[in-house]
């Protein structure tokens, strides 16, 4: 029997390894869901309870396994709300393409029912949009779309009209100019190692450096051998951007953990101090925290060379594969003999941890947040994959929970956008069922895709979630206070039991409250075979501070405090304990 229009896609996006697709079904895409059905036994269909939850797990997806993401979603509104999700793909360079349905080819644009033209709505967004426009036109497109997201690490669109999904493809005859399977799904991935005209230059400015710090990012996550071999040789400390998280363990001799308002200390100051920066594969967004103009010399290395001296005024662009350039520079220089600027960052190192380690053992009233992000940090198997979300309990991750050699992390980088982490840990056990799987949010973020706890229970996928509560935005109360100096507004959620909510879905719900007991219910949800919800009350009013006292800040803070802020007298005494008198001090 002929294919038709949605079989040629399916089988299409088959072709170019893609085995799961994230949607929700609806009457503009019958045609591709009974495609789908069809081939059960090449491709899955996970079923989601909102398309932006189907477009974070299709970045998620990419984002662990490495492969194409793939999200699906109707005509119209459906397809708008995959929006959110596939500009994560865009800021953190994550290969997704993205499938719609439209209205019949021949009632589009004339205000039909569902009328979008998701083609010209998703222009921003992808870097391939494509509508279909028949049968022998949708083997070309897909591939083309495909190869696009996978290529330029980016998002990709094709929409499909609901008639010519159910064309037989000999029921028009193709132009004379496409030939039948003339496209490729033979996959190229190149080898970029960098010019030796930059390698001698880079080689140059790094043999003069006598401070030299390291920047790296998600663009090295596969280059961890390399880059601690080079360290090593240069002396230089390594300090991560939050997608780097775990390039190299926290733990390690040469990391001096994040750099940023979630960062650390020592990161900061060896930026303030340093006289050379190399920046392997990333393009960390806050330019206030690099090295100050005329401070440092720079080398950076990027796949995309439009990301060369986005952020830094580099003198050197290494465009290459970062293990591979890494490992070229390791072999053009010598180990540094003078270790004085590494030892003193290691020293600066050791007595941060000391200060993360006291606070996280406080045993206060109510808990402090920083209590269940270390109990969760120590339970983590040597192989866990952790999901966070944006928000509060970022910065929480970013320095109470310490990432191991063969542990995943993933976040949404650029974008900071909420409801990412249980989308993200959904697609994770997903792709590794035997791994541990763990979504550390947020109770902001996570009521935003509540329903999607639903979707955890339908598909039996052991997650446990430790959702940090705080019935505010703690992130952006801060901000508010802290950046413009204004009193909080509107930052407080109208509290969530999310114990009961998770019960009400399906799966067992706990809650901490009690921080002596925070270890004993964290060890019975993770105990479970399938998944567990864990809610954390935490204080509301645990400062969120950077690891380093800023005058404008501090002061803009004393402002937001004394013009009214709610809770003005415990955030007070809060400021005079640790950590946030350790993070105050000059």
């Avoid at 450096?209 to 360290?231: H, K, S, V």
Wanted: aromatic share 6%; charged share 20%.
């Amino acid at each position: 029997m002929a294919r038709n229009g949605a079989d040629i896609l399916v089988d299409s996006l088959i072709a170019w390894g893609v085995d799961t697709v994230f949607g929700l079904p609806g009457d503009g895409i019958n045609g591709i869901m009974e495609a789908l059905r069809q081939r059960q036994d090449k491709i899955r269909f996970i079923q989601v309870r909102h398309e932006e939850s189907a477009a974070f797990m299709a970045v998620g997806y990419a984002r662990w396994t490495g492969r194409l993401g793939c999200c699906l979603a109707t005509t119209g509104p459906g397809g708008v709300h995959l929006l959110n999700g596939l500009y994560d793909a865009k800021a953190d360079r994550v290969p997704v393409i993205a499938i719609t349905g439209l209205p019949y080819h021949d009632l589009t644009d004339t205000f039909t029912q569902q009328d979008v033209d998701h083609t010209r709505l998703f222009m921003d967004v992808v870097d391939y949009s494509a509508r279909i426009m028949g049968p022998a036109h949708v083997e070309n497109t897909v591939s083309l779309a495909c190869r696009t997201a996978l290529t330029r690490r980016g998002a990709a669109l094709v929409s499909i009209p609901m008639d010519v999904q159910e064309e037989p493809e000999n029921a028009t005859q193709p132009s004379s100019r496409n030939v039948a399977h003339h496209t490729s799904f033979a996959k190229a991935a190149p080898e970029m190692h960098p010019t030796p005209e930059a390698l001698d230059q880079a080689v140059q400015v790094l043999k003069q450096g006598r401070r030299i710090a390291i920047l790296a990012g998600q663009g090295a996550l596969g280059a961890r051998e390399e880059l601690i071999a080079l360290a090593e040789k240069l002396g230089a400390p390594i300090v991560k951007a939050l997608l780097g998280k775990g390039v190299v363990p926290d733990d390690h001799p040469l990391s001096l953990g994040g750099i940023g308002l979630l960062g650390t200390r020592p990161a900061q100051e060896a930026f303030e101090e340093c006289d050379t920066l190399l920046i392997a594969g990333s393009t960390f967004p806050y330019i206030e925290y690099y090295p100050k103009r005329g401070q440092a010399r720079g080398v950076q290395i990027d796949i995309d060379p439009t990301r060369i001296g986005l952020r830094f005024p580099v003198e050197v662009g290494l465009v290459a594969d970062a293990a591979l350039a890494l490992a070229a520079l390791n072999g053009r220089l010598k180990r540094q003999a003078d270790r004085s600027f590494l030892e003193s960052c290691q020293r600066s190192m050791a007595e941060w941890r000391g200060v993360l380690d006291r606070a996280a053992a406080r045993t206060d009233t109510p808990m402090k947040p920083q209590r269940i992000a270390r109990i969760v940090g120590e339970r983590l198997a040597p192989d866990a994959i952790i999901a966070a979300d944006s928000g509060h309990n970022t910065g929480l991750f970013a320095r109470y929970i310490d990432m191991r050699a063969d542990q995943l992390f993933a976040v949404s980088g650029a974008m900071a956008s909420m409801a990412c982490g249980l989308c993200y840990a959904i697609a994770a056990a997903l792709a590794f069922p035997k791994r541990q799987v763990v979504a550390f949010v947020g109770d902001g973020g996570l009521s935003m895709l509540l329903g999607e706890l639903a979707t955890v229970v339908r598909y039996r996928l052991p997650i446990k979630i430790v959702v940090i509560k705080n019935n505010t935005l703690g992130q952006i109360k801060w901000e508010q206070m802290m950046f413009l100096g204004n009193p909080e507004h509107e930052c407080d959620l109208q509290p969530i039991d999310f114990a009961k909510v998770a019960e009400a879905m399906g799966l067992p719900g706990f809650r901490i409250e009690d921080p002596h007991r925070c270890g004993e219910i964290v060890d019975e949800a993770f105990g479970i075979r399938g998944p567990a919800l864990i809610e954390a009350v935490v204080d509301p009013n645990e400062p969120f501070l950077p690891p380093k006292r800023n005058e404008k800040y501090t002061k803009n803070l004393e402002h937001a405090l004394q013009q009214g802020t709610a809770g003005a007298a415990e955030i007070g005494r809060a400021l005079q304990e640790e950590p946030s008198r350790f993070f105050l001090r000059n």
